[in-house]
């Protein structure tokens, strides 16, 4: 039975030491009542600030950290109680730590992790083939990775997170340190998998890969739920609009009505030129162009900014620092914001 991956009310503390190692130890939250779900054949994302408490959600539905209450689950299995099931239908790939033997060739890596997996020998050595050649690194297959570039071990990583075929794919910034041709094939890769039915969890710091690869996304702030949706449906919830700039070469007073009745706002240049610049979720450009012009306007440059998904995530940000500087204020003078 397929039901994905589910989290539930999940929270993981850790125990620190404020005072040094010999200071009295006190608990972290660092996931606070979290719930996701991972369904199979979608690419999910997961954002937030650092600290935002990403790495360690992925590490516990990755098994290798345990709840400290809430479950999580994958096709029913839960991760504590059925830890070697889930594994087998599971896989991490995770940029900037080491996933793979240094003292090991980049075949004998392949080699050692199917069997864990159990793939059977025959199909294992045609994977390892194929995901040689995948990554680009057919040529240094029977290289040790000791003698590797940071980007050719997280191609190995890549391939070795790809090695049981798994129906669950965890990805803890894995295009960190790639050069961007590999970076592309990967995405290319994960988002054949997913049209295929693998279920994908995705976070990075590369916002526009999110964008570009998944259909819902969760944004957590300091472990907590903070915002979900498509990456269009929270740009529009932030009032993240696209911007249109328009530079007019001769303005005078019937530009700046025009100006003026679209809710533009008018930045003078040196040259006597005049920048009108308008956030708007509608596509705006053409209209405002043509006021413009129809007001004797005579335009000198136009340039069209997308909204951006990084542009929501600031935003919600933002929203969550000043709702917490508001509830720390006396009632008084929070009414007064």
Same mark, same amino acid.
């Given at each position: 039975?397929?039901?994905?991956?589910?989290?539930?009310?999940?929270?993981?503390?850790?125990?620190?030491? &404020?005072?040094? #190692?010999?200071?009295?130890?006190?608990?972290?939250?660092?996931?606070?009542?979290?719930?996701?779900?991972?369904?199979?054949?979608?690419?999910?994302?997961?954002?937030?600030?650092?600290?935002?408490?990403?790495?360690?959600?992925?590490?516990? #539905?990755?098994?290798? =950290?345990?709840?400290?209450?809430?479950?999580?689950?994958?096709?029913?299995?839960?991760?504590?109680?059925?830890? $070697?099931? !889930?594994?087998?239908?599971?896989?991490?790939?995770?940029?900037?730590?080491?996933?793979?033997?240094? $003292?090991?060739?980049?075949?004998?890596?392949?080699?050692?992790?199917?069997?864990? +997996?159990?793939?059977?020998?025959?199909?294992?050595?045609?994977? #390892?083939?194929?995901?040689?050649?995948?990554?680009?690194?057919?040529?240094?297959?029977?290289?040790?990775?000791?003698? +590797?570039?940071?980007?050719?071990?997280? $191609?190995?990583? #890549?391939?070795?997170?790809?090695?049981?075929?798994?129906?669950?794919?965890?990805?803890?910034?894995?295009?960190?340190?790639?050069?961007?041709?590999?970076?592309?094939?990967? @995405?290319?890769?994960?988002?054949?998998?997913?049209?295929?039915?693998?279920?994908?969890?995705?976070?990075?710091? +590369?916002?526009?890969?999110?964008?570009?690869?998944?259909?819902?996304?969760?944004?957590?702030?300091?472990?907590?739920?903070?915002?979900?949706?498509?990456?269009?449906?929270?740009?529009?919830?932030?009032?993240?609009?696209?911007?249109?700039?328009?530079?007019?070469?001769?303005?005078?007073?019937?530009?700046?009505? !025009?100006?003026?009745?679209?809710?533009?706002?008018?930045?003078?240049?040196?040259?006597?030129?005049?920048?009108?610049?308008? @956030?708007?979720? &509608?596509?705006?450009?053409?209209?405002?162009?043509?006021?413009? !012009?129809?007001?004797?306007?005579?335009?000198?440059?136009?340039?069209?900014?997308?909204?951006? =998904?990084?542009?929501?995530?600031?935003?919600?940000?933002?929203?969550?620092?000043?709702? @917490?500087?508001?509830?720390?204020?006396?009632?008084?003078?929070?009414?007064? !914001?």
């Amino acid at each position: 039975m397929t039901t994905g991956i589910q989290v539930r009310a999940l929270r993981k503390d850790f125990p620190v030491r &404020d005072k040094g #190692i010999f200071g009295p130890r006190t608990l972290k939250t660092a996931v606070d009542g979290l719930d996701l779900d991972i369904p199979p054949g979608r690419i999910t994302g997961l954002l937030g600030l650092n600290g935002a408490g990403k790495t360690t959600t992925i590490k516990t #539905i990755a098994t290798l =950290l345990r709840p400290t209450s809430g479950t999580v689950t994958v096709d029913g299995l839960d991760t504590v109680a059925d830890a $070697r099931a !889930v594994r087998r239908r599971i896989n991490l790939i995770a940029g900037g730590e080491r996933m793979v033997y240094t $003292r090991m060739t980049g075949r004998e890596n392949l080699w050692y992790f199917g069997q864990l +997996y159990d793939v059977p020998k025959p199909d294992l050595r045609r994977r #390892i083939h194929e995901l040689l050649a995948l990554v680009g690194l057919t040529d240094a297959a029977d290289t040790m990775v000791e003698r +590797y570039s940071r980007g050719m071990t997280q $191609r190995l990583a #890549i391939a070795r997170g790809l090695i049981n075929e798994p129906d669950y794919l965890l990805l803890d910034e894995p295009t960190l340190g790639l050069d961007a041709p590999i970076a592309r094939d990967l @995405r290319r890769v994960v988002a054949r998998l997913a049209a295929d039915g693998t279920g994908v969890l995705l976070t990075s710091h +590369y916002l526009a890969e999110v964008e570009e690869l998944c259909g819902h996304v969760y944004v957590i702030s300091d472990g907590r739920h903070l915002a979900e949706g498509s990456p269009a449906e929270l740009k529009a919830a932030t009032g993240s609009h696209r911007t249109v700039r328009i530079t007019v070469t001769n303005p005078g007073e019937r530009v700046t009505a !025009v100006a003026d009745s679209f809710g533009a706002t008018r930045e003078p240049r040196p040259d006597g030129s005049e920048v009108i610049t308008l @956030r708007h979720p &509608d596509d705006i450009a053409g209209p405002l162009a043509a006021a413009l !012009v129809g007001a004797g306007g005579s335009i000198g440059g136009l340039d069209i900014a997308e909204a951006s =998904l990084e542009d929501a995530v600031l935003k919600l940000a933002d929203r969550t620092h000043e709702g @917490r500087a508001d509830a720390g204020r006396a009632p008084a003078e929070a009414a007064s !914001v």
